[in-house]
């Protein structure tokens, strides 16, 4: 039985397109700004050779001083990691429920344990006000729990703990892997590309000091590498790369334990630690939101 984000309460796929919407501003916005910067040294340096080249500098350098006021005013990184770290707990909420673990326990009157869910998704709700300006209200017409997550409860011990398995363990980890290799590439890629810049750098003043009059983009060169450093340290390739790989293979030990679940109480511990596991994650989204 395969879940679509849409299986999950309305809150989750808010709180989701609302973190990726300021992601991608975010990012938008670092990206334009350190293109801006490179160009502008351009114009700067060729002010001589370039025909109105001072009138272009300043242009560009006014449009990176808006892009700074509007990342500062806006703070979509806040809004990114905010609406990441509520979408996480109500997804780490959404599989205790299914999976009748703590505190989600069966009862006589699920109607107890749905209220139960509900209130939490509420306080959830009230701790982050300052996201609610950003969920879209197109994604508050679904239910806060769902028929697929009543159906999977539904289900016997032994079903619930293989949709566990496929549906969240071999998925983060799944997830967590391949995260794992992007970033080790990336920080790779960009390694190269400094240690590329830095030899140009080199070459150039060697050059300069031969040919004093000729004029090379090395000051532009000195800012892509800035830039480089500057946007590897957003991006945090490799530690995430580290953490992701950690993580990855932790989710693998975990899942071996789910071979000795035989009961509904030892499923309920056996979720009740894989969620904290993946809770250790978005702890740090948590954090990253107030910082």
């Known amino acids: 039985m395969e879940l679509t984000p849409n299986d999950f309460p309305e809150l989750y796929d808010a709180a989701n397109c609302a973190s990726l919407n300021a992601q991608n501003y975010h990012l938008m916005i670092i990206k334009a700004y350190l293109t801006l910067l490179v160009t502008g040294s351009v114009f700067t340096m060729y002010s001589d050779e370039i025909e109105n ?20 005013y806006k703070r979509f990184d806040k809004i990114w990691y905010n609406g990441r770290a509520v979408a996480e707990s109500i997804k780490t909420r959404s599989w205790r429920y299914m999976m009748k673990a703590e505190p989600y326990q069966d009862v006589d009157d699920i109607n107890i344990v749905r209220a139960q869910f509900r209130s939490e998704l509420k306080e959830i709700l009230k701790e982050n006000k300052d996201l609610g300006d950003n969920l879209n209200p197109t994604k508050g017409l679904g239910e806060s729990v769902t028929d697929k997550m009543n159906l999977i409860r539904s289900l016997d011990m032994e079903e619930r703990l293989n949709i566990y398995r496929k549906e969240r363990i071999d998925d983060q980890r799944k997830w967590y892997a391949r995260k794992a290799g992007i ?18 750098i080199i070459a150039f003043l060697i050059y300069k000091i031969t040919h004093p009059k000729l004029v090379l983009p090395t000051d532009a060169l000195i800012v892509i590498v800035g830039g480089i450093i500057t946007w590897t340290q957003v991006k945090k390739y490799h530690e995430l790369s580290t953490v992701y790989m950690l993580t990855a293979r932790e989710i693998g030990i975990i899942k071996g334990d789910s071979e000795e679940v035989k009961t509904e109480s030892q499923l309920s511990d056996f979720v009740k630690d894989a969620e904290n596991a993946f809770s250790r994650e978005h702890t740090q989204w948590f954090a990253r939101k107030d910082s």
């Open 53 to 72: 080249a001072p009138s272009f500098a300043i242009g560009i350098f006014l449009m990176t001083l808006l892009l700074s006021v509007l990342q500062a």
């Open 183 to 200: 970033n080790k590439r990336w920080a790779t890629t960009w390694f190269c590309c400094v240690i590329v810049a830095h030899a140009f």
